[in-house]
């Protein structure tokens, strides 16, 4: 069990330090994210990736979500929560709480805003 979490605490980390990473090439690219409101250019034509491909609404407003501030704090919290278990090979801690204030969080950003970009 200890294992899993503590895959799913690496995995949460690094997903957070690859978007920070992405928001700041967006930011140099001058990327373009979804706003709340969709424009009419964005119902005609849904976002497509580099590669073409169609990119998932709930993707891109999960990261813009993840990037607020008080998603950080979630966050950072996670971490030091992992780095605490992780330094105790004899702890009962699993960080469960931590983790799903995060998702909590972060799913009740993206439910004000996904349904006005579906279709």
Do not use: W, Y
Request: with cysteine; glycine share 2%.
């Amino acid at each position: 069990m200890s294992s899993f979490l503590k895959n799913l605490f690496t995995k949460v980390k690094l997903e957070s330090e690859e978007e920070s990473q992405e928001k700041s090439e967006e930011e140099s690219e001058g990327g373009a994210e979804l706003p709340c409101e969709p424009d009419e250019s964005e119902q005609k034509e849904a976002p497509r990736d580099e590669e073409g491909e169609l990119e998932d609404p709930q993707d891109v407003l999960r990261e813009d979500c993840r990037r607020k501030p008080e998603a950080k704090k979630l966050i950072r919290k996670l971490d030091e929560c992992t780095d605490r278990v992780n330094r105790n090979s004899c702890t009962t801690e699993t960080c469960t709480m931590e983790l799903f204030d995060l998702l909590h969080f972060v799913d009740e950003c993206v439910t004000e805003c996904l349904f006005k970009h579906l279709k």
